[in-house]
């Protein structure tokens, strides 16, 4: 590691090295030698409020690679050294040292696996992983989804062809005048229309995805409610966790639109990452940002005044969308009232809410259909304010 695209830095004892809530940072830290401690003003649950590493291990990926606001600061516990590595020499370090790499992706497997979980989207208390998927799918029809309720019951019968719940997924299917065999498409390119299926929840994956042209829906059914996770345009990434961990999608995807898809397998991913580690070091990009809004999605659904949801959930969306966050800066979240909703994981029954905490900031107004900031600088005040107010409490 003593090429110079690679900084070797030394913070004594008590130096802050990031700090959380800071946007500014374009390179991550593999520590060398000494000890690091991460802490986080307002802990999720689950999550202990200082953290050490220590030789080997990294902090920083996230904002280097996305920009995203540091979620925890770092400090040095006595003199640390670190290799530091800036966010366009990242393919460099993969080509050179790919188990790091496969470290960082292991790493964020498990933290969105265990956000996941914090978020508490499961329908059911079931520790059988068929009476769950099940569960999923009678939900499912109850939301009015039946293409995605027959998709999830022929799932279910492919992953576990024998046992007590086949006669009970048969007898769903034919009330759905649905056939048992699940629909497949093949080829590393292929077209999705509106209403087709590029895989549920519960689903086994062996595929990556990237969207060469369209739109695509990462979404799950909570409560009687569709939560949108996050909504993919062209060139982006999704089902890479699949890839690492072997164990079923945590959410469902469906296109919005007539999309696009290329599919990279399971088999190959390996052989690709090697020969082009720019497509691993967009891996992480895309991982890291997925960990960073999964964490503040969580943080907000734990949050009690629904005022206080609203703008932080506000200010997520604009920071996650690479808004510039000042003063009198004018952001279109493009999303209508009832989408933010969705986005927030409330029901429409909180419009009235919403539509009171709209009318009473000025910075921000409902007129055209779509919710629009005016200063952005005053909602991530306004954010501020209850953060403050609500830490007091």
Not at 124 to 138: F, T, W
Not at 249 to 277: C, D, G, H, V, W
Request: charge should be positive; include cysteine.
């Amino acid at each position: 590691m003593s090429d110079p695209l690679f900084q070797m830095q030394t913070f004594a004892n008590g130096s802050f090295i990031t700090i959380e809530g800071a946007r500014n940072g374009n390179q991550f830290h593999i520590i060398t030698d000494g000890q690091v401690i991460l802490k986080k003003k307002n802990p999720i649950s689950g999550d202990d409020a200082s953290q050490y590493l220590g030789k080997g291990d990294f902090f920083g990926v996230i904002t280097a690679m996305t920009g995203l606001p540091h979620l925890e600061t770092a400090s040095a516990s006595g003199n640390v050294g670190v290799i530091s590595v800036a966010r366009d020499r990242f393919a460099d370090l993969i080509r050179r040292n790919t188990p790091l790499a496969m470290k960082i992706i292991r790493s964020y497997s498990l933290r969105l696996r265990q956000l996941d979980a914090l978020l508490h989207y499961k329908k059911g208390n079931a520790e059988d992983p068929i009476e769950e998927a099940i569960l999923i799918a009678d939900g499912t029809i109850d939301f009015g989804n039946k293409e995605m309720a027959s998709y999830m019951y022929q799932n279910i019968l492919e992953m576990y062809p024998e046992g007590d719940h086949r006669a009970k997924c048969m007898a769903k299917l034919n009330y759905l005048n649905k056939s048992t065999e699940k629909p497949k498409k093949t080829g590393n390119m292929r077209t999705y229309d509106v209403g087709e299926i590029i895989f549920c929840e519960g689903e086994v994956g062996k595929e990556l995805f990237i969207v060469q042209a369209g739109r695509v829906k990462i979404f799950k059914y909570v409560k009687g409610q569709e939560v949108v996770l996050n909504v993919m345009k062209d060139g982006d990434i999704f089902g890479e966790l699949a890839l690492i961990d072997n164990k079923p999608r945590y959410a469902s995807a469906m296109p919005m639109e007539l999309s696009n898809i290329i599919t990279i397998s399971k088999q190959n991913f390996s052989t690709i990452t090697e020969t082009n580690p720019g497509l691993m070091a967009k891996v992480i990009t895309v991982l890291s940002e997925r960990v960073w809004t999964s964490y503040k999605k969580t943080v907000n659904a734990k949050l009690t005044d629904m005022n206080y949801r609203f703008a932080d959930m506000l200010l997520l969306l604009a920071e996650q969308a690479r808004a510039k966050i000042a003063p009198k800066v004018r952001y279109n979240f493009n999303m209508t009232a009832e989408d933010f909703l969705r986005m927030v994981g409330t029901t429409e029954s909180d419009m009235p809410n919403l539509l009171r905490f709209i009318k009473a900031h000025q910075f921000l107004n409902n007129d055209g259909n779509t919710i629009v900031c005016t200063d952005l600088g005053l909602l991530e005040r306004a954010v501020k304010g209850f953060k403050d107010r609500f830490a007091r409490t």
